[in-house]
């Protein structure tokens, strides 16, 4: 239960932050801070439990079959990262107060901040591999956020969206391995994962496996060659820099790796992928670093180059590196927070962070000199500070690993090497900022900061003196804790001590402080500020990511030009040229053979009735460019032809369906024809130019070749042996246990409900849309005049009959008789179609479609107004209570446990009436019935109430005609 | 009746494919409801033609026998078709009209061509 509360609390969190007015700046910092120091002290209440060697673990099942679950573990290594986190959250929140300008959005960056502290913890707690993906990324994307924090800044949204890309790279990556690394094992719990280690490392996927992992995590914490992103990162508002891009988020990439270390480590593979990649990072980063301008980009080249310390340690394959990479983990996170706390505040009351500008200020801000001094001397790893410590470890461990040969010689070289580097910028960044003769001519006069703003810096270097001087009784606990978890039998022995006598580390550590004091005074002597790294500048991913990035941009844009066009005729062919590719490509190799299936006798009189329908449909395809009507008419007729069709074939339901679909949707684009141009004008300039000529040819080749492909499939088809296995299924459960005759019926609104359930929302959705549409519709100017037929009374009724007359006058007047007679008896009609679905043709659409067309027909003899006076329709309530019915009778299976939808059975015993039988089915087909009549009334009275708004004449002198 | 069905689905797609790349708008419309005609017939098809085997049980004859009744499947299929079909339809012809309303012209690319 803790566990969940402490992944939870700076969610919440972020949720109230994301809540507060913008200028709530301390209650914000308060909220804040008091759920980082909430999470460190549920934290620290698992103490005695951790301590003790036990896991502490939250398991919520989700879907099990798959292996997914909500799993949070701790376990001591988590415990101390947990603590790390939390507590250097809080020490930002406080930094943060006094850091950030009034005029900043602040509830953005503490809701964001807070998020990420939560995802954070989520990736330190995570039992399931899965889940730890989920929060990796929750990590980038709150990173990206916080990066693009300023986004009016180019360069901020530049480094955002560059940390983004590589970042996200990394966690599909990782996506990928933890994949594989599930299939391997059979599980995605890290418990099942740490406990199948030579299982993993034997198996074939191993370095495949591996690789992606690698990208992942080098990724993830700036490791060469991905490093680039992290100097660009620096973009952010110095809090995230200190607490993201140094203390926690880049930690994420070694904090996994040190994670499965026990799973993954002790194979050449990993050694040369990690150490390499460790290696490379350390040296680049601390050289490049040497030669930074700006303040932050020497602590982020710094933050690179230690980071690749610690993947460095990871994949020397020994328990005591592993022990060391932990504890400088720690160790970097407080000097390089603090060192990023002074760099803001130098920032803050001086205005600049160029090192070439930045001079003396020890005389103006002592206190802040005293802090950074200490920090930075932690950061070259001088002894009596932790650096210094973990640094020594790092030395003797490069001093063994390399074993005998020629790697026993480079890998001491190297960390010395980059020792000397490191002192090196170290030196330099103190000196040139705090030493030396004040400096003139900056932005601001510099002065000490507020207290809260040195605090947070001030207690982690403090940190840093009393780990230095007292390992063992003050984190010599914890660390042998977190040792414990990750390596349990395993744990070697081994000594946190200032003082292991006159060793070969020793040495190498002298010699790294006196040859980077030697190389500074040698840089500063020669008093160049160099503008870029010698060497080795060129040698980083950006380059590759720069080239990347624009050749896929470039290659979308040509690809857009070229298979692209404005016009929808090209695309439309596209589609179906496309299409008919897909459908051609099985064929590409056996052919379309036809089957041998017997045929069916033919009878002549369907062989007319298609005769007829096709005569309709390539009328249709002719005539509907100068006489829509005609058009319209002859395609009503094929939709007859087809709905005898279904009829024909033992389909009573879809021939229902059909037919009442049809006469609605005729009904409807009769109402549209109204507002169509006419078609006059365009048939003067009869341009039958060749290229006019060559594409109707076209058109008219590829739509005869899809006609004899689809004739020619049709035919395959229907020559071979049906083989529906899930025909039998339906038909043998309908009766019992579904208890329907009508199969058709019973598949719609039992078996496969929630399809229906998704399609009438669609349909309710479409009718809204179409309302919503026409409320803004403006017809055009030609077409706004009444029609002529009506304007000379020769049809009577209409729009705009007279609501106060008892019958419409003029020609109407008995069919407006006889449809008054028809609405209650279609009415009924209907409701017996819907309540003999579920045994014979009928059911809730066909029903709902009968009452809507009865309607319609009310409206369209007798006139919108004069039926509205005399019969309110609220279209959208029918939507309404068609939903809630179909909900409802899916919610009723709750009520007796079983699953949405399921069918429910109520007998009742009714006096006089005797026993009635109730199914949730049929208030699920009511639903189905009610939201039918309300989408399709809803659209029709939507379109025929156009004619009813008051014309507008946009154009006075406009065509005096009829638009029909 | 094989051959007939078949040349059906084709007349309809042809028709629809032809209606579906001209340039106004009111043929594409009709071009789409004789396309999604071809295409129901043709799923409806792949239940193959049945005569009088109407999927309605009368409870005494076997059920789960298809040379009995018509395979259920594919008529739900289109059943629910058809009705999606409808709303698509509604759906195009308001879009057609509006166009029609903005653009002043009935052209699918809301100008005329100038080819």
Redesign the interface.
């Known amino acids: 239960m803790t566990l969940a509360l402490i992944v939870l609390l700076p969610f919440l969190g972020s949720l109230c932050a994301a809540c507060l007015p913008a200028s709530a700046r301390n209650a914000e910092a308060w909220l804040a801070g008091i759920v980082a120091t909430g999470c460190a002290a549920l934290a620290a209440s698992l103490f005695p439990e951790i301590a003790a060697g036990h896991v502490v673990r939250l398991s919520i099942p989700w879907l099990p079959q798959a292996g997914l679950e909500l799993y949070l573990r701790m376990d001591g290594y988590a415990w101390l990262f947990t603590l790390l986190v939390s507590v250097m959250g809080a020490l930002v929140v406080l930094y943060a107060r006094y850091y950030m300008s009034p005029r900043d959005p602040v509830p953005r960056f503490f809701s964001f901040l807070m998020a990420f502290m939560g995802s954070m913890l989520g990736i330190v707690l995570s039992g399931n591999l899965i889940q730890l993906v989920v929060f990796w990324e929750l990590t980038s994307i709150t990173s990206f956020m916080l990066i693009a924090y300023w986004y009016h800044r180019p360069e901020a949204r530049h480094g955002a969206r560059m940390a983004a890309i590589v970042t996200g790279g990394g966690g599909l990556s990782l996506l990928l391995a933890v994949l594989m690394l599930g299939q391997i094992v059979g599980s995605y719990s890290l418990d099942d994962v740490l406990a199948a280690g030579d299982l993993i490392r034997a198996h074939r996927w191993y370095p495949a496996m591996l690789v992606l992992l690698a990208a992942a995590v080098l990724t993830k914490s700036a490791q060469f060659p991905f490093h680039f992103w992290l100097p660009h990162a620096m973009a952010a508002p110095t809090p995230v820099s200190a607490y993201l891009h140094s203390a926690t988020m880049v930690k994420a990439g070694v904090f996994l790796l040190a994670r499965l270390w026990p799973a993954l480590a002790g194979t050449e593979l990993w050694f040369w992928l990690i150490c390499g990649g460790g290696a490379a990072s350390l040296l680049l980063g601390a050289a490049s670093a040497t030669f930074q301008r700006d303040m932050k980009a020497v602590l982020a080249y710094s933050t690179v180059s230690h980071l690749g310390l610690i993947t460095m340690l990871l994949g020397m394959n020994s328990e005591l590196a592993l022990i060391a990479a932990v504890f400088h983990m720690m160790n970097h996170a407080t000097f390089k927070a603090s060192l990023f706390m002074a760099t803001g505040i130098v920032d803050h009351e001086t205005g600049t962070r160029d090192l070439s500008r930045l001079s003396g200020l020890r005389h103006a801000m002592p206190l802040t000199a005293t802090v950074a001094f200490v920090a930075a001397g932690a950061m070259a790893g001088v002894p009596l500070l932790n650096g210094f410590l973990s640094k020594e470890m790092f030395f003797t461990e490069s001093l063994q690993a390399g074993g005998t040969g020629g790697l026993g010689i480079a890998l001491p070289a190297l960390a010395g090497l980059a020792g000397v580097f490191s002192v090196a910028y170290s030196l330099r960044f103190i000196h040139q900022v705090f030493f030396g003769p004040p400096a003139t001519a900056l932005p601001r006069t510099p002065r000490e900061p507020t207290r809260g703003m040195l605090l947070p810096s001030a207690l982690l270097v403090l940190g840093c003196l009393l780990i230095g001087m007292l390992p063992e009784r003050t984190v010599g606990g914890a660390l042998a804790i977190a040792a414990h978890a990750l390596l349990g039998d395993r744990l070697p022995d081994y000594r946190l001590a200032i003082w292991h006598g006159f060793t070969a580390s020793l040495l190498m550590s002298f010699v790294a402080l006196a040859g980077g004091t030697a190389l500074y005074v040698v840089l500063y002597v020669r008093g160049r500020a160099l503008r870029r790294t010698p060497l080795i500048s060129r040698l980083s991913g950006k380059r590759g990511f720069d080239v990347l990035n624009v050749t896929i941009f470039r290659g979308a844009r040509r690809f857009v030009r070229t298979a692209f066009s ?4 090209v695309q ?2 596209l589609i ?1 040229g496309a299409a008919a590719v897909a459908a051609l490509l099985p064929l590409w190799r056996g052919g379309l053979a036809f089957g041998d299936a017997p ?5 002549p009189t ?2 007319m009735l ?1 005769l007829a ?2 005569i309709c ?2 009328g ?2 002719v005539q ?2 100068f006489h ?1 009507l005609m ?2 008419i002859m ?1 009503g007729c ?2 007859l ?2 709905s005898l ?2 009829a ?7 021939a229902l ?2 037919l009442t ?1 049809e006469v ?2 005729t009904v ?2 009769l109402l ?2 109204r ?3 006419r078609r006059i004008q365009f048939q003067e300039p009869l341009r039958h ?1 060749l ?2 000529r060559l ?1 109707r040819s076209r ?2 080749a ?3 070749a ?10 395959a ?3 071979r042996p ?1 083989a ?1 296995r ?7 459960n ?2 019992e246990p579904a208890g329907g ?4 019926n019973v ?2 609104v039992d078996f ?1 409900a929630f ?2 359930l998704g ?1 009438i929302t ?2 309710g959705i ?2 809204l ?2 309302y919503a ?2 409320r ?6 030609e077409s706004i005049d009444v029609p002529r037929a009506q304007r000379e009374g020769l049809i009577g009724g209409g729009a705009h009959a007279d609501p106060r007359a008892l019958l419409p006058e003029g020609d109407l007047k008995i069919p407006a008789v006889l449809g008054r007679l028809l609405l209650p008896l279609a009415a009924l009609v209907s409701v017996y179609f819907l309540l003999r679905g579920h ?3 009928g059911g809730g ?1 066909v029903g709902g479609l009968i009452l809507a067309t009865a309607m319609i027909v009310q409206y369209m003899v007798g006139g919108a107004l004069w039926v509205e006076s005399r019969l309110r329709i609220h279209p959208q309530v029918w939507i309404a209570l068609g939903l809630l019915a179909a909900v409802a009778a899916g919610l009723a299976a709750w009520f007796a446990a079983r699953p949405f939808l399921t069918a429910q059975v109520l007998e009742l015993h009714a006096p006089l009436i005797g026993t009635v039988h109730l199914s949730s089915v049929l208030l699920f087909d009511l639903g189905v019935y009610l939201l ?1 009549v309300g ?1 399709a009334l809803l ?1 029709l009275v939507a ?1 025929a109430h156009q004619s009813l708004r008051s014309p507008r004449r946009e154009l006075p002198g406009a065509v005096d005609g009829a638009a029909l | 009746m094989e051959v007939v069905f078949a040349l059906a689905v084709g007349v309809l797609s042809a028709s629809g494919v032809w209606l579906v790349l001209r340039p106004r708008t009111f043929q594409v419309l009709m071009g789409f409801v004789l396309l999604s005609q071809a295409t129901n017939l043709f799923v409806f098809g792949m239940g193959r033609l049945a005569r009088h085997r109407a999927p309605i049980l009368d409870g005494r004859t076997p059920a789960a026998d298809l040379s009995l009744y018509a395979d259920p499947v594919p008529q739900a299929l289109v059943l629910t078709a058809i009705v999606i079909g409808f709303a698509t339809t509604a759906l195009f012809l308001v879009v057609l009209l509006a166009l029609r309303g903005l653009t002043g012209t009935d052209h699918v690319d809301g100008r005329e061509s100038d080819a």
């Open positions: 404005q016009r929808l005729q439309l062919l179906v045929l069916t006798p033919l009878d369907f062989a298609w329908g096709a449909a390539v249709a395809a509907a460019k829509r058009a319209l395609v094929v939709g032809v087809t069709t279904f024909w074939f033992s389909a009573p339901d879809l369906t059909q679909v609605i949707t409807l684009i549209g024809l507002w169509l141009p130019t290229r006019a594409r058109d008219a590829f739509a005869i899809i006609g004899v492909g689809m004739a020619a499939l049709a035919f088809m229907l020559t049906g529906s899930l025909g039998p299924f339906f038909l043998q309908a009766l005759r009508n199969v058709v598949i719609l496969r399809d229906t399609e669609v349909v479409v009718a849309v179409v549409l026409l803004r519709f403006r017809p055009a100017a045994d014979a043709p659409f039918v989408a659209m379109l």
